[in-house]
């Protein structure tokens, strides 16, 4: 299955392999409880600037959504880390296709990036289904 939203991969164990040569920037990590994986749709063929996002059925721009056909096909997840041993990091809350290419690992600080003044727009009528849903049949068929 592929799991769309992080909120509902919540319990969705994974390991993350860092190249060896990046291995040493992983000290001290076995005291943060949360990480912001960054990463490359690598199944992303193209782009489209107008989108069908995740439990909606209505056109949206893609800057208003986080589906991965994107123009720089990035992706964020924020995981909780379960354990690290020597260059692998033992998650949960995974929800990225087995092989995804790691950009970037940030320690999650709440003081830093949990804002308490949000709007989300569009997605207000759907906040409550994320719990429920992790994912449809939209890109079942298709490279995404």
Do not use: C
Request: aromatic residues 8%.
């Amino acid at each position: 299955m592929r799991v769309r939203q992080p909120k509902g991969a919540k319990t969705t164990r994974g390991s993350v392999e860092v190249f060896e040569k990046f291995s040493d920037g992983l000290l001290d990590l076995e005291g943060v409880s949360h990480l912001i994986l960054l990463y490359q749709f690598h199944n992303a063929d193209g782009y489209k600037l107008e989108v069908m996002p995740f439990l909606e059925n209505v056109i949206h721009g893609v800057f208003a959504t986080r589906a991965p056909k994107r123009p720089n096909p990035i992706g964020m997840s924020i995981v909780k880390l379960i354990s690290k041993t020597d260059n692998v990091l033992e998650i949960e809350g995974l929800d990225v296709l087995d092989g995804t290419p790691l950009i970037d690992i940030k320690p999650f600080v709440p003081n830093f990036d949990a804002q308490t003044d949000v709007k989300v727009g569009w997605l207000e009528k759907h906040n409550n289904k994320v719990n429920k849903h992790k994912s449809d049949a939209r890109f079942l068929n298709e490279k995404i």
